[in-house]
């Protein structure tokens, strides 16, 4: 079990999936992410972001709604197709985009005939010479005609968001779906050609317990998942109205939380896992993500742990966020005023900041210690930060020798709170995030 210092996880701390966070965005001027598509250099990756599902969740943070308003489901994908046709008409010749993924909300509710025209549509667009391709899906609305197209565009990584297979559970955060719902999912994806296939699961859920976590580990190990992110549920009425469903009454302590995420390591890493970063993990030997945790490749963006080393991501749809070298832009989080934009032709964003040289230096260091435990501290140290991490150097939790500060085993679930002491705007933010485990 790890040591639980709950002192030094009082304090909510962002998760890092970029530098600065989305918290420090403000309004940019228009020109600063044209600029950046057009002067963009080195490999790519595209995220499409499809904000619609076919039943919201009473969980869920995700900028989603219900897709049974067709006309508006509708006129977002043709304001998609006019971002996609902008966009690439932007950048210079000869890019080359390697990975394209598809999120959202749940990209399988649209219809099926609706995604093949956006692949088509980014693959001539974009000039996509076999691109890994990845999804985000719900397997409530899994189909057959979905697992046509899925092989079909040769779809190789895709994450089921699964959460628990506790039924008393599912019914309190409004996410039910059976086991053989989820199996059914599973095996239409192998046959599909899904090589490496992720399942989100989360603890600190209303009611739930050990036994229960412990059930939905067993149950997705089974079902044999090459991939699996263990987050802690994030309560957070006053931030998610639809939360507000929810029974709180029963929710486990922050002891609890705690006492869960360490089962699960646990678990995990005694069956066949290894741990990729400090909520990810991967099959020890085969699935690239394992590799490249073990060989230092590891990454982190907005989709979390990835091995994908492109430096920039053109991020498509409402909200979706880009990142260059020297920028990050967001685009428009409202869906009506993004199919505005996006639809007469105009580049959707709103808000972003530009990184300066020590952000990108202090985004590099909290990306090293996220992804591989350890880096080069040396250039960031100051009184304040010697200060802010005595209590972990005390506690065995971290090691500095020289100019590396390590996360030591124990420190793992303290990595979020670590990462946070090396980040300025935290001493400022008014921003609320959750709980570091």
């Known amino acids: 079990m790890w040591p639980y210092h709950p002192d030094l996880l009082a304090a909510p701390v962002p998760r890092y999936t970029s530098f600065p966070t989305a918290a420090e965005f403000a309004e940019i001027e228009p020109g600063a992410y044209r600029h950046a598509l ?42 998609l197709h006019r971002e996609i046709e902008t966009v690439s008409a932007l950048l210079p010749p000869g890019t080359r985009v390697r990975r394209v993924s598809f999120g959202g909300g749940s990209p399988n509710a649209i219809a099926p005939t609706d995604f093949v025209r956006l692949v ?24 057959r005609e979905w697992g046509t197209v899925i092989e079909r565009v040769g779809i190789q990584r895709a994450s089921l968001g699964v959460q ?29 050609g899904v090589s490496s296939l992720n399942f989100d699961l989360m603890y600190g859920l209303p009611g739930q317990d050990r036994d229960d976590l412990l059930d939905s580990l067993q149950r997705t190990r089974v079902l044999g998942a090459d991939r699996i992110a263990l987050f802690g549920y994030a309560h957070v009425p006053h931030v998610i109205p639809r939360q507000r469903a929810i029974d709180d009454s029963d929710m486990p302590d922050q002891a609890e939380r705690f006492a869960m995420a360490s089962l699960g390591f646990a678990y995990l890493v005694t069956h066949g896992y290894m741990p990729v970063g400090f909520d990810h ?20 963006n907005f989709q979390g742990f990835t091995d994908d080393d492109a430096p920039n991501l053109i991020g498509l749809g409402a909200s979706a966020i880009s990142s260059f070298p020297h920028l990050l832009a967001q685009n428009q989080k409202n869906s009506g005023r993004y199919r505005m934009r996006a639809g007469a032709g105009h580049l959707a964003t709103e808000r972003g900041i ?25 250039p960031l140290m100051s009184p304040a930060i010697c200060h802010a991490l005595e209590p972990f150097l005390e506690r065995g939790l971290v090691l500095l020798s020289g100019e590396q500060l390590e996360i030591m085993a ?28």
């Open 38 to 79: 057009q002067t963009v250099e080195g490999d790519v990756s595209l995220y499409v972001h499809i904000p619609f599902c076919e039943k919201i969740c009473f969980y869920c943070g995700c900028n989603t709604g219900a897709a049974g308003r067709r006309h508006r489901l509708e006129s977002y994908l043709d304001a």
């Open 410 to 437: 124990d420190g793992l679930p303290y990595a979020r709170t670590i990462a946070a002491l090396l980040d300025p705007y935290r001493q400022h933010s008014p921003r609320r995030f959750s709980s570091a485990v």
């Open 281 to 300: 993990f991967a099959r020890a030997g085969g699935d690239p993500l394992a590799r490249a945790a073990i060989e230092g490749t590891l990454h982190r």
């Open 354 to 378: 530009h990184r300066s040289a020590g952000d990108r230096l202090r985004g590099d260091v909290i990306e090293r210690l996220l992804c591989s435990g350890r880096a080069r501290i040396r």
């Open 164 to 192: 628990t297979f506790a039924a008393h559970c599912q019914q309190r955060i409004g996410r039910v779906q059976s086991e053989d719902m989820i199996l059914r999912t599973t095996d239409m994806l192998r046959d599909a």
């Open 120 to 143: 088509d549509a980014l693959t001539i667009r974009f000039g996509l010479s076999d691109p890994i391709w990845s999804i985000e899906l719900d397997p409530r609305t899994m189909s």
